[in-house]
């Protein structure tokens, strides 16, 4: 009986995908006669097909697993009997405070803190990996992205890529029966078109974060494929919002850009969706102006923080400046990375000084030169 369910679920699966990709190569001949659907755009349908189903009961059991898991983690900060982490904290703050009062040898204090400092970060560790890793695990699984191999995370991996071909073939569908067509019909195509253009833009972050690559490489691939995928929804902003008023070649010239992205998100160029030329020479400086502000109010408690333990450790004098200046390079750091120091120049906050100097040096009436 199980094997008789099994094979009439694949049939169903074929016949759906087959259906799928049958529609959509009627509609590319409708609107590109001569061309056909490429192959590695079939065979990421037929992987949607047949992946959908399982993906949707990996999401529904990690579901019940966060849904039953997730009161753990407020439980474990809430208690305060031994062994809790806030009785952890308490214990960590009261012993730095006896180590700086009561140890006069300062190599002995910072000894002692050292001490204190790697106990309390192997205790948050294991804390962090009863508490979230259940938690963490399972949600990452369901996103699709590639990590520890779990049950269920590899058939969530491939359906979440294949989506975004899924996407592009409905918007294309709905493209190929808008054109040639007029009133309440059209309107109607046309929406379902700006909805599947909606999805993939809404989709495309997946793509970034789908990379199973050696860790050091997904890095860079996910920094180049996100800054690309914005480029692209940005592009695909435009085509669903003039959807609806397009003519028909506005609409061939929206397919055939949909057409492209599926098959290159087929064959894993995340870097590549559209062309250079048709994308945007660069983004609005909004996410600029976000790390602007995160890094000043960053720069703030970093600051304020060590001063006030350079206070409380009592060799605050002279050492407030270099504290400061260290809060802003370590500010910029975190949020610029590899750009900080560029960043902090272009700003005028580093090496400004040595400049301002040697003009006012050399304007200087004193100066023998």
């Known amino acids: 009986m199980s094997t008789w369910l099994r094979s009439r679920d694949v049939r169903q699966q ?87 009062s009561s140890i006069d040898d300062p190599s002995k204090m910072i000894e002692s803190i050292l001490r204190m400092c790697g106990s309390l970060a192997l205790y948050l560790t294991i804390w962090y990996l009863l508490a979230f890793a259940p938690i963490v695990t399972p949600l990452r699984a369901i996103r699709g992205y590639p990590g520890i191999p779990i049950p269920g995370r590899r058939v969530a991996l491939l359906n979440r890529q294949a989506s975004i071909v899924h996407s592009c073939a409905v918007a294309i569908i709905a ?47 996910r920094k180049l494929a996100l800054s690309h995928s914005r480029k692209v929804a940005k592009i695909l902003k435009g085509y669903e919002d003039r959807m609806i008023e397009a003519s028909d070649e506005e609409l061939k010239a929206i397919a055939d850009s949909l057409l492209k992205i599926a098959d290159r998100a087929a064959n894993r160029r995340h870097t590549e969706l559209l062309d250079a030329d048709q994308l945007p020479a660069s983004i609005a400086s909004e996410r600029e102006s976000f790390r602007l502000a995160v890094g000043a109010l960053l720069t703030l408690l970093l600051s304020a923080s060590s001063v006030a333990v350079l206070n409380f450790l009592g060799v605050a004098d002279g050492l407030e400046p270099v504290a400061i200046t260290a809060s802003l390079i370590v500010s910029a750091v975190i949020v610029f990375r590899g750009k900080a120091l560029q960043k902090l120049e272009s700003l005028g906050l580093l090496g400004g000084g040595a400049s301002r100097s040697g003009g006012a040096s050399e304007n200087d009436p004193g100066n023998p030169t």
């Open 14 to 100: 074929r016949e759906a995908s087959a259906s799928e990709i049958a529609e959509l190569a009627a509609s590319t001949a409708r609107l590109f006669p001569g061309r056909g659907v490429p192959l590695r755009v079939r065979l990421a349908l037929r992987v949607y097909g047949r992946t959908q189903k399982s993906s949707s009961a990996a999401a529904v059991l990690y579901g019940m697993i966060l849904g039953i898991w997730w009161p753990i983690p407020i439980a474990m900060i809430l208690d305060k009997g031994r062994g809790s982490i806030r009785n952890m904290l308490g214990w960590f703050y009261h012993g730095s405070i006896n180590a700086a």
């Open 175 to 221: 493209c190929g029966k808008a054109v040639g067509k007029s009133g309440e019909r059209r309107v109607t195509e046309a929406h379902a078109a700006a909805d599947g253009v909606r999805l993939i833009r809404q989709k495309l972050p997946i793509l970034a974060y789908s990379d199973a690559s050696p860790k050091g490489i997904r890095r860079k691939r």
